[in-house]
């Protein structure tokens, strides 16, 4: 009894430390059934949240001067580790060490399909608040950020706040400033809709090898919500900067590509419906995916099924399913 009245003691004292800003979530994802090349599969509980973003086991704590947080991805078996501390010295600066990225604007679909931000790493981020001013510096320095007189990546960004919406700017470098990255945005919403347009440019060695530019749009009509993603890139040079293939739009050929995601959400039947149709590149078709699903809950738990469907040259099906509870 003495043990479990310590137990419980010490853990009192961690949430009164943290003035009980402690947040966690755990996810597991699966399939229900899958079609792919001729071959049925079903039935399979294995976590497809492989990057940092789609965090399995994610915690958090925050306080008045200080916090952190960590996440786990299934990459396998919880081995990617994605952490990081905070801290704010004076009211008007914060400092994170650890795990840092920062973007100009960010389509609130899929949360990772904008090319317009300086991509996750190890290393410092300073945050700037003077005002509608904010101002924010960035370094990979998960090696070394300065070694033997070459620097790693460095980015900076800088944004200014009003009525009419948002404008930033981004600047970034590496591979010791043979590449360098810039770009602009503007952020805003009129008439409860909400838009961003955005643009970026691209160097290697000094020739200039990639443009990108973005469009984003999301409003509701009375329970209906609707929301648009369109990227569009021209590379002379794929290999130059960011290459994803998973992105709408990216830069993982040479000439244009013109990507599309967009989502049509809805009630039914006690639950939120939605429709998600995701095209990397349109200018060179190969298949075209279109996902109905729902979402709900069950008390603390919150779930996700999908009818996950690439339709084109091949067709796949996949009924991907996801269970999260937040506490």
Same mark, same amino acid.
């Given at each position: 009894m003495k043990k479990i009245m310590t137990a419980v003691a010490a853990v009192a004292m961690a949430g009164s430390l943290f003035a009980a800003d402690v947040a966690a979530k755990v996810q597991i994802a699966g399939s229900l059934f899958n079609l792919k090349d001729s071959k049925v599969t079903a039935l399979n509980v294995k976590d497809d949240a492989t990057e940092s973003y789609k965090a399995a086991v994610q915690m958090?704590?925050?306080?008045?001067?200080?916090?952190?947080?960590?996440s786990y991805a299934n990459k396998p078996a919880l081995t990617q580790v994605s952490h990081n501390i905070w801290f704010a010295p004076v009211d008007a600066l914060k400092i994170t060490v650890g795990n840092v990225d920062t973007t100009l604007v960010q389509e609130k679909m899929d949360w990772c399909n904008s090319e317009t931000h300086f991509e996750p790493g190890y290393g410092y981020k300073a945050e700037v608040k003077a005002g509608a001013v904010g101002i924010e510096a960035l370094l990979k320095a998960d090696s070394n950020w300065l070694n033997d007189g070459k620097i790693d990546e460095t980015a900076a960004k800088v944004a200014f706040g009003a009525d009419f919406g948002t404008v930033s700017a981004l600047f970034e470098m590496k591979d010791n400033a043979k590449k360098l990255a810039f770009g602009a945005a503007f952020e805003g919403n009129a008439g409860g809709v909400s838009y961003f347009v955005d643009a970026m440019g691209y160097m290697a060695s000094s020739t200039f090898t990639n443009v990108h530019a973005e469009a984003y749009v999301s409003?509701?009509?009375d329970a209906i919500g609707?929301? !648009?993603?369109?990227?569009?890139?021209?590379?002379?040079?794929?290999?130059?900067?960011?290459n994803q293939t998973w992105h709408v739009g990216a830069s993982t050929t040479d000439g244009a590509q013109l990507g599309t995601t967009a989502k049509v959400t809805f009630p039914v039947a006690g639950v939120n419906g939605y429709v998600? !149709?995701?095209e990397n590149d349109w200018l060179n078709f190969s298949s075209v995916e279109v996902t109905p699903g729902v979402t709900g809950s069950c008390g603390a738990m919150n779930y996700e099924v999908k009818l996950q469907m690439n339709i084109g040259k091949a067709f796949t099906l996949d009924v991907p399913v996801t269970y999260t509870v937040n506490f």
């Open positions: 958090s704590v925050s306080g008045d001067k200080a916090g952190a947080s960590v409003t509701a009509i609707i929301t !648009v993603f369109l990227p569009f890139s021209y590379a002379l040079d794929k290999a130059a900067w960011y998600y !149709v995701k």
